[in-house]
């Protein structure tokens, strides 16, 4: 079985501080890893994802994740917090056959003015 | 917009009511999620179908009815709910593997916020 951890449910930074979302997974096989990020009122919307290939992935609006097997993680991190990037941020993990999405419990990013 | 759409975005029953909810895809996908999001709980599969055949029921409550009459479509008929069954709906579509691009991203709807009285 897969799972995925989030550490911190909740973050708080300044804006223009770094972001760093943690998230660690657990899987039998080689994993494709995912982050979503979703805004008030609205579903989940993918950020980036690591499939095969290079481990530093780049997604949108400036975010990018890397993944590291020996820590079994796939943190994500931004340089400068804006206002915007204020949601909740979720990992998951899936076994590369076309298998359905482990997610983690999700991280809620507040950016303070 | 996502491509997959929702609806109603809201709605509000009591718990001896009967009512759907509705998702729809056009972008070819062929496998369909629900899943249910509560506050402060891990976002919850509830169903998947793979080319309208339904491949899991993770141990849903039979007041929760799934139905996919097609691949763009996916409805979800509610019927003597609970006050605890109040939570954000969503759908997400996935479609088939492709190994460079990456696969299995789902792509989720807006979510349909469901208040039971």
């Known amino acids: 079985a897969q799972s995925v951890t989030q550490l911190g449910s909740h973050v708080s930074v300044s804006e223009g501080a770094l972001v760093l979302l943690r998230c660690n997974y657990s899987s039998s096989v080689p994993p494709y890893l995912f982050w979503y990020v979703q805004y008030p009122n609205q579903g989940l919307q993918l950020l980036l994802k690591?499939?095969?290939?290079?481990?530093l992935v780049k997604g949108i609006n400036g975010f990018e994740a890397e993944f590291k097997k020996s820590e079994t993680s796939f943190h994500l991190t931004k340089p400068s917090a804006h206002m915007s990037d204020a949601a909740e941020y979720f990992c998951?993990?899936?076994?590369?056959?076309?298998?359905?999405?482990?997610f983690g419990g999700g991280t809620r990013v507040l950016v303070k003015p | 917009e996502t491509g997959v759409t929702q609806t109603p975005r809201h709605l509000v029953m009591g718990m001896t009511n009967k009512k759907s909810l509705k998702c729809e895809q056009h972008?070819?996908?062929?496998?369909m999620y629900w899943y249910k999001q509560s506050a402060k709980k891990p976002l919850e599969l509830m169903f998947v179908?793979?080319?309208?055949?339904?491949?899991e029921n993770n141990s849903v409550p039979s007041r929760f009815s799934p139905e996919c009459p097609n691949s763009s479509h996916l409805f979800l008929h509610l019927h003597t709910l609970q006050p605890e069954d109040s939570a954000l709906y969503l759908c997400?579509?996935?479609?088939?593997?492709?190994?460079?691009?990456?696969?299995?991203?789902?792509?989720f709807g807006a979510g349909s916020r469901l208040t039971v009285l």
């Open positions: 997400a579509s996935q479609g088939q593997l492709k190994v460079v691009s990456g696969a299995n991203v789902l792509t």
């Open positions: 179908y793979n080319f309208k055949e339904q491949t």
């Open positions: 998951a993990v899936s076994k590369a056959a076309g298998n359905k999405l482990t």
């Open positions: 972008l070819g996908h062929n496998a």
């Open positions: 690591y499939t095969t290939g290079a481990t």
